[in-house]
């Protein structure tokens, strides 16, 4: 007797009995709606038996969430036999989708079970993969989501018994007196590999990595977007994971000591999923460990339960978003691609959580850069999957737009901002045609820079608070509103030269437009992204025939002595002297002794005029103003 027979004879003795597929098959009563297992724990034997022996069945609905490997009951040469509906649209059946021979039902991956249980969607016979049982009891292994509820609520269960399929901890078991019929089926689980990283994919990962904290808990769906985020979490410390779907991204940083799951208020110590998929190594790792579990996806994906996770943070895809931040993920036009999946339950999930962020990421163009996934409209037919109430976070390769909160003009400004740039200008102009910005913004020009994201940096000022200093944006004005509006008349005394009673949209616009070279401009932000507050500016324009540029700058009457000023004029400067600018020129009131000061904090070769009250000073650069600022 073979090693292959020795276990099969002995789990038939030990636990349960195996039959032939065409055994199990003859008990499936005409016309009942079948069930097929999720993702790699397809029941592979199962699937291509019901292509071999077509004739068991006749008028059946076949349903299912993404599945890995051969989808023979969608094809139409089973017309007639089979029905499919996706409940999430795999590869191996969208042509079918697409061509009408197949159906597509959208739903939120944590309602799918209550459907099967309420009778809303009954199930006849479910066809499911187990690993070898023990003590009574299978583990459905690599895919518990929805694969735990449609067995237990339907009329009968088929499983298919394979050795290679790894047992898992958690809720992820059904006792052997519930399943009707085993057939043996070994064969080696469907892989699905990481994709490589891109230096596009890279980016939006790196952008991701900016809003992911310490001791946050992570939610990643599936594609090269996702396991690029993971791959540029490498510098966290102390992560948690509850996702709906675990990959070979997760493994890497459970490995590398970064998830710990210390800090989770739910399921400390353990990273939660509802399925694997990935290569063989995913599946040999969380072969039976204690500190992964497997959960049904309406626990994993209630909202509820996500949002009582603290610092949760979801990362999921998109096909496009318009300007106002409605968000299409699910279809491509009128052309249905993928599902709802999870994307929604965990949007709405983070959002409800303490610290919690909602990400949705996507490349800014598609068709090898000739068309923008940010438009001024969703293509039409294109489904709106998450909607534009639920949008916190859009990423692209070029930045991070925080739409919560804000308005429609101010959510076109800052997606406009991480679109390509060499869509921005029609962008733009789509915006002030549908009367989302104003009639006078700022136009990008086609030569729009582009933001230099590396001119970013974090410092730490007198009293402890962590101020980001970062470049300004067009989409910043009505942030620089609200800094000069919280600066006393005394303090705007000292900016204008005169008592102001209004700063208006035009000069606060003409603030924010900069090239980033021969114009320029830095601010001091506090808080998260979400609720960033300008609290400092500094601002440079360039003299073509002096060489020299007029340099001013600003900070919040409650952020004065702390250091913000000297930080901004001295990065200025640096910038400036990088830029090959030879010096800057200011007007500054005579009085103001403060400003005057924090202008010779630049170094270089200075002179000085005073003329009725103002002082105008002339900085020539010579490389003191770097040392001055290290040795602040």
Same mark, same amino acid.
């Given at each position: 007797?073979?090693?292959v027979?020795?276990?099969?004879?002995?789990?038939?003795?030990?636990?349960?009995?195996?039959?032939?597929?065409? %055994?199990?098959?003859?008990?499936?009563?005409?016309?009942?709606r079948? &069930?097929?297992?999720?993702?790699?724990?397809?029941p592979?034997?199962?699937?291509?038996?019901?292509?071999?022996?077509?004739?068991?069945?006749?008028? *059946?609905?076949?349903?299912?969430?993404?599945?890995?490997?051969?989808?023979?009951?969608?094809?139409?040469?089973?017309?007639?036999?089979?029905?499919?509906?996706?409940?999430?649209?795999?590869?191996n059946?969208?042509?079918?989708?697409?061509?009408?021979?197949?159906?597509?039902?959208?739903?939120?991956?944590?309602?799918?079970?209550?459907?099967f249980?309420?009778g809303?969607?009954?199930?006849?016979?479910?066809?499911?993969?187990?690993?070898?049982?023990?003590?009574?009891?299978?583990?459905?292994?690599?895919?518990?989501?929805?694969?735990?509820?449609?067995?237990?609520?339907?009329?009968?269960?088929?499983?298919?018994?394979?050795?290679?399929?790894?047992?898992?901890?958690?809720?992820?078991?059904?006792?052997?007196?519930?399943?009707?019929?085993?057939?043996?089926?070994?064969?080696?689980?469907?892989?699905?590999?990481?994709?490589s990283?891109?230096?596009?994919?890279?980016?939006?990962?790196?952008?991701?990595?900016?809003?992911? %904290?310490?001791?946050?808990?992570?939610?990643?769906?599936?594609?090269?977007?996702?396991?690029?985020?993971?791959?540029?979490?490498?510098?966290?410390?102390?992560?948690?994971? *509850?996702?709906?779907?675990?990959?070979?991204?997760?493994?890497?940083?459970?490995?590398?000591?970064?998830v710990?799951?210390?800090?989770?208020?739910?399921?400390?110590?353990?990273?939660?999923?509802?399925?694997?998929?990935?290569?063989?190594?995913?599946?040999? &790792?969380?072969?039976?460990?204690?500190?992964?579990?497997?959960?049904?996806?309406?626990?994993?994906?209630?909202?509820?339960?996500?949002?009582?996770?603290?610092?949760?943070?979801?990362?999921?895809?998109?096909?496009e978003?318009?300007?106002?931040?409605?968000?299409?993920?699910?279809?491509?036009?009128? +052309? &249905?691609?993928?599902?709802?999946?999870?994307?929604?339950?965990?949007?709405?999930?983070?959002?409800?959580?303490?610290?919690?962020?909602?990400?949705?990421?996507?490349?800014?163009?598609?068709?090898?850069?000739?068309?923008?996934?940010?438009?001024?409209?969703?293509?039409?037919?294109?489904?709106?999957?998450?909607?534009?109430?639920?949008?916190?976070?859009?990423?692209?390769?070029?930045?991070?737009?925080?739409?919560h909160?804000?308005?429609? +003009?101010?959510?076109?400004?800052?997606?406009?901002?991480?679109?390509?740039?060499?869509?921005?200008?029609?962008?733009?102009?789509?915006?002030?045609?549908?009367?989302?910005?104003?009639?006078?913004?700022?136009?990008?020009?086609?030569?729009t820079?582009?933001?230099?994201?590396?001119?970013?940096?974090?410092?730490?000022?007198?009293?402890?608070?962590?101020?980001?200093?970062?470049?300004?944006?067009?989409?910043?004005?009505?942030?620089?509103?609200?800094?000069?509006?919280?600066?006393?008349?005394?303090?705007?005394?000292?900016?204008?030269?005169?008592?102001?009673?209004?700063?208006?949209?035009?000069?606060?616009?003409?603030?924010?437009?900069?090239?980033?070279?021969?114009?320029?401009?830095?601010?001091?932000?506090?808080?998260?992204?979400?609720?960033?507050?300008i609290?400092g500016?500094?601002?440079?324009?360039?003299?073509?025939?002096?060489?020299?540029?007029?340099?001013?700058?600003?900070?919040?009457?409650?952020?004065?002595?702390?250091?913000?000023?000297?930080?901004?004029?001295?990065?200025?400067?640096?910038?400036?002297?990088?830029?090959?600018?030879?010096?800057?020129?200011?007007?500054?009131?005579?009085?103001?002794?403060?400003?005057?000061?924090?202008?010779?904090?630049?170094?270089?070769?200075?002179?000085?005029?005073?003329?009725?009250?103002?002082?105008?000073?002339?900085?020539?650069?010579d490389?003191?103003?770097?040392?001055?600022?290290?040795?602040?």
């Open positions: 007797m073979n090693g027979a020795r276990d099969q004879s002995a789990i038939q003795e030990q636990e349960v009995r195996c039959v032939s597929v065409t %055994e199990a098959f003859r008990h499936i009563a005409r016309g009942s079948i &069930f097929i297992g999720s993702g790699a724990a397809a592979l034997t199962l699937v291509e038996a019901m292509d071999a022996h077509s004739e068991y069945f006749v008028d *059946h609905e076949v349903v299912s969430l993404l599945t890995q490997g051969p989808a023979p009951y969608a094809s139409e040469k089973h017309t007639g036999r089979f029905r499919y509906n996706a409940l999430f649209i795999g590869g059946v969208r042509s079918a989708v697409e061509s009408g021979l197949a159906d597509y039902t959208p739903v939120f991956l944590s309602e799918i079970p209550e459907m249980r309420s809303q969607m009954p199930i006849g016979v479910a066809m499911i993969q187990v690993a070898p049982p023990k003590a009574g009891m299978c583990s459905l292994g690599m895919a518990v989501d929805v694969v735990k509820a449609a067995a237990e609520s339907a009329d009968m269960v088929i499983a298919e018994i394979n050795p290679k399929m790894p047992a898992t901890k958690g809720n992820s078991c059904l006792p052997v007196s519930a399943i009707d019929y085993f057939v043996w089926g070994e064969h080696d689980l469907p892989e699905l590999l990481t994709r990283i891109t230096p596009e994919t890279r980016r939006i990962g790196k952008n991701i990595a900016k809003l992911v %904290e310490d001791g946050s808990t992570i939610q990643a769906g599936i594609g090269a977007i996702p396991d690029a985020a993971l791959a540029m979490l490498v510098d966290k410390k102390d992560l948690g994971v *509850h996702t709906e779907m675990m990959s070979d991204g997760f493994i890497d940083l459970i490995d590398q000591g970064i710990t799951n210390r800090f989770k208020n739910q399921h400390s110590g353990k990273s939660i999923t509802s399925f694997l998929l990935g290569s063989r190594r995913l599946y040999d &790792f969380v072969c039976d460990r204690d500190d992964i579990e497997v959960f049904p996806c309406d626990y994993t994906n209630d909202p509820y339960v996500i949002g009582k996770i603290d610092k949760m943070v979801a990362i999921n895809t998109a096909v978003v318009d300007l106002t931040g409605q968000v299409c993920s699910d279809s491509i036009g009128a +052309r &249905f691609y993928s599902g709802i999946g999870g994307q929604v339950d965990f949007i709405r999930g983070a959002a409800r959580s303490k610290g919690g962020k909602p990400i949705i990421a996507l490349p800014s163009t598609a068709k090898n850069g000739t068309v923008s996934r940010i438009k001024p409209r969703l293509q039409r037919g294109g489904g709106v999957v998450t909607t534009r109430g639920d949008v916190h976070f859009v990423v692209t390769e070029w930045g991070i737009a925080s739409l909160g804000k308005t429609v +003009r101010e959510r076109a400004m800052a997606l406009i901002e991480i679109a390509h740039p060499k869509f921005r200008p029609w962008l733009l102009a789509e915006a002030k045609q549908h009367h989302y910005v104003y009639a006078d913004q700022a136009d990008h020009s086609i030569t820079p582009v933001y230099p994201q590396d001119l970013e940096s974090c410092v730490e000022i007198r009293d402890g608070t962590q101020v980001l200093i970062r470049p300004v944006r067009l989409s910043d004005e009505d942030q620089m509103h609200d800094l000069f509006y919280s600066m006393s008349d005394e303090s705007l005394y000292q900016r204008f030269f005169a008592y102001t009673q209004s700063v208006p949209h035009a000069s606060l616009q003409d603030l924010c437009k900069v090239d980033y070279q021969n114009s320029m401009a830095l601010v001091a932000t506090i808080g998260q992204l979400n609720a960033e507050r609290v500016m500094a601002r440079y324009v360039l003299d073509n025939k002096t060489g020299l540029a007029e340099a001013e700058f600003a900070v919040a009457d409650a952020f004065q002595n702390k250091g913000i000023g000297t930080t901004l004029i001295c990065q200025l400067a640096d910038i400036a002297q990088s830029n090959g600018i030879n010096g800057f020129e200011a007007e500054v009131l005579s009085n103001n002794a403060q400003m005057l000061h924090l202008f010779r904090k630049i170094g270089g070769h200075q002179e000085s005029r005073r003329n009725q009250g103002i002082t105008s000073l002339t900085i020539r650069f490389g003191d103003h770097q040392r001055k600022e290290k040795s602040r």
